[in-house]
Every structure is written in C-alpha cells, then in structure tokens.
C-alpha cells in the first residue's frame, strides 16, 4: 500500500481541527479512525494489478546519435477507472527521458506513453521492468507493482560515411559506361559491340562479327560483376586503440559499411565476418541486394575484445566460407612485432587462393608528431613518430611485393581511400 500527499494533508488538516474543536484522546482517536478508513477504502476502490495490460513493441531501431520514442501502451480491462503513475525503466546508457507518466485511463480505455532514447554507444539495451502506481478516486491511497514487458532498443552504427556513397555510386556507374577497349585485362567481362574508332586496340576487333556486319566491330568490356567479397574484421585487443575520437574498431566498421554498400551497387557479392578467437558476428555471402541493413545490424553489438587475434583462425573461418577466388578485405592493424609475427606468416595462405587487401587505420597523432620539433621533448617525440612510421612503411611494402594489397588511412579518411582502392580494382578487372 502507498500513500500521497493528499492524504498527508487531509491528516494535517484534522489534526488542526482535533486541536482546535476536541483537544482530546477521543477525538484523536476518532480523527485517525477516519482518516485510516479514507485511506483503506480508498485503496479498496483503486483498480487492480490483473485488470491492466500493458504492452510495447520488442524492438526499436536507431542509428547511434539520434534519439528514439518507445511506445508504451497501457489498457484498462477492468470496471473502474485508472489513475496513477507509471515509470518505464531502462539502463543508464540508454539516456532514457520522459519516463515517469501520470495517467488517467477510462474503463476499457487505452493510452500510448512514450520514452524518449539516445543510447550512447552501439549495441542492444533491454528494458527494465515497468512499475505502476495506482491510486483510487479520492487520490488519497493505493498500490505499487512491477510488471516486466519484453523489450529491447538497438543501436546501430551512425554510417557517417553514407554521405560518401551516392557519389562514389555514381562513379562506379560511370565507370560501367566508359569504354574499357583498351584495357582488356584478364577477368573483365564482355560487354557489347561498337564501331571501331581510330586509337582503338587492333586486338580487340571482332572479326566474325565485323564479317556479318558492313562496318569494323570492336569488343566492350566492362568491370566484373557477381564477384564474392568478404569483409574480414579484427575484434582482437588491437581494435580497442583509441584512434582520433574513436576506436579503431570504429572507423573500421564504417570503411566496411561503406564498401559494402558499394559492393552491393556494383553488382557483387557481399559477406562479413567478425572474428578475433571465435567468430563474434557474420553475414553470410549473398545477393547485394539489401545488404547495408543486415551489415548494421550485425555490426550493432559488436565490440573490441581484450584477447590476442588468431590470425590462423581467421585465416581457416575466412577459408570454410569461401570456395572460389574471391577479394578478402581484411580489416586488422600494422603495428607492433606481434602482428608481424602472427599475420605475416598466414597471410601467403590466403594470397595462394583469394585476393587479398589489408586494411589499416593509422593514428592521426603520430603524423603530427613527427613534425613537432619546437623543443627537445618534441625532438624526442618526433623521433618516435618517424620511427614508427618507417616500420609500417616496411611492412606495407613487404605485403605488395606478395602480391597484397595495402590501404592505410587515418580515421576519417580510411571510407573514402578503401571505396576508392575497390573501384580501382573493379576498373582493373583484378578482381
């Protein structure tokens, strides 16, 4: 049973009537004999826990840095009227507002109360439970209950990058129109027939439809389509560094959005796979078609673990899910003995049967350092800066002459330097 104000007051009221007419145990008595009935009838008359429903949808979608309203819709199914208080709980990172609702609800009425949610970092947030408070007509006494109702609310990535790809779209889509005559490499597919035009390669005549025709036909081509590229993301420790404002993990996830999404236009084929000692999310290779929805939200509650990568199990689970020659973006770091250690030597396995990129976010900082000299501690610092720039220059190279390509960007720029990097190999044909 709980009590409100109101009822505080009504007892302050008699007790100054008590004081001032019947200053006397009898009249005390009476007055909290009446003020205890007040209270109990009132709690008698105010709806019960089982003639209330309560219901909310079981999942709400944003993208991280907006907010959301979540519906709460409270019924009355009982013959008396509902008043009283309803609290909807969620988790401190939710940054839940709005939650405390006072309502009036008729007999077989009902009411949608809404949440207001701006999570504050990605990943799902399950409700707690919803505590009511209902009060019977005077508003002097009633009850409290909990009641939990399933729901949860899903932060997907913000995909800041988005902006990029109607203009990397475009170039793609003008990039299947040029005449790619001239570059006939291995692996680019047969487009259609033209005029030939003085400039032209010779090479690319058709002479058995130049035979049926009255003017010299020359073969098209243009960039691959249908091929199977699979995202490979590094959940391991290194993931976890603090690049600009964010992790690298980050800035990887909206490189991988943004490839995919262009991928997915180009007409190829696209998965994803999270992996550092188990595989933490996946999409599987399909169809490009509506594959920025399923790479969010598989992407949603992913999060850096504080574990050394397998670079051997990657290699296996990149492997078992990939049966013919395909393009393997691998997100991972280039810094630090260890990853030499453990990613080099894995990484002519993958080469012998896959094109393989590596993707690497670089600190924004250690360029800066290395051009800050004003006094001796930035001398030392800058020499620091260009030390480690020098060893990641060493790697990169040493990864091209295998045969793998590098992509090596600061946090920001990393999106647009990966979707340019794949429309040059979609240009190519090296795909």
């Known amino acids: 049973m ?55 949808p079981e999942l709400s979608v944003l993208r991280l ?85 399933p729901a949860r609310v899903r932060a997907l990535p913000p995909f800041r990058s988005e902006r990029l790809l109607a203009a990397k779209v475009q170039r793609l889509q003008h990039l299947e129109g040029r005449n790619l005559a001239d570059r006939r490499g291995p692996g680019t597919e047969f487009d259609s027939f033209r005029e030939y035009v003085p400039g032209d390669d010779v090479r690319t005549i058709d002479w058995r439809a130049t035979a049926r025709a009255n003017d010299v036909l020359v073969r098209t081509w243009r960039p691959e389509r249908n091929r199977q590229v699979l995202m490979l993301l590094d959940t391991g420790r290194i993931s976890a560094g603090r690049v600009g404002e964010g992790t690298r993990l980050e800035t990887a996830i909206e490189a991988a959005l943004l490839l995919g999404s262009l991928a997915a236009a180009g007409g190829d084929m696209v998965g994803l796979l999270a992996y550092d000692r188990a595989v933490r999310a996946e999409v599987r290779i399909g169809v490009g078609r509506g594959i920025q929805p399923k790479l969010m939200h598989a992407l949603a509650g992913v999060t850096p673990a504080l574990v050394d990568t397998d670079a051997e199990g990657s290699v296996r689970a990149a492997i078992q899910r990939v049966r013919r020659r395909s393009l393997i973006v691998w997100f991972t770091s280039l810094d630090g003995a260890a990853v030499t250690e453990n990613l080099v030597p894995v990484l002519p396995v993958l080469a012998e049967r896959h094109r393989v990129l590596i993707v690497s976010v670089t600190d924004p900082d250690i360029a800066a350092s290395a051009t800050e000299r004003g006094d001796l501690r930035g001398l030392y610092r800058a020499a620091a800066a260009e030390s480690r720039i020098a060893e990641q220059a060493v790697l990169q190279e040493k990864l091209r002459r295998m045969g793998i390509a590098v992509v090596a960007a600061a946090g920001a720029d990393l999106p647009a330097a990966l979707a340019d990097e794949y429309l040059e190999l979609k240009q190519s044909g090296a795909l």
């Open 2 to 56: 709980v009590v409100t104000g109101r009822l505080v007051a009504v007892a302050a009221a008699a007790a100054t009537v008590v004081m001032l007419l019947v200053p006397s145990w009898i009249g005390v008595s009476a007055a909290t004999a009446m003020i205890l009935v007040l209270a109990g009838a009132d709690r008698l008359l105010a709806a019960r826990a089982d003639q209330v429903a309560l219901h909310r």
């Open 65 to 149: 840095g907006a907010g959301t309203e979540v519906e709460l819709a409270v019924t009355n199914t009982g013959p008396r009227t509902l008043r009283g208080l309803v609290w909807d709980d969620w988790p401190a990172s939710a940054h839940a507002t709005e939650r405390e609702h006072r309502i009036t609800v008729p007999v077989s009425g009902r009411i949608r109360l809404y949440t207001t949610l701006t999570p504050g970092y990605r990943g799902d947030r399950a409700a707690g439970p919803v505590t009511l408070r209902l009060f019977g007509p005077l508003g002097l006494a009633g009850h409290q209950f909990r009641r939990t109702v």
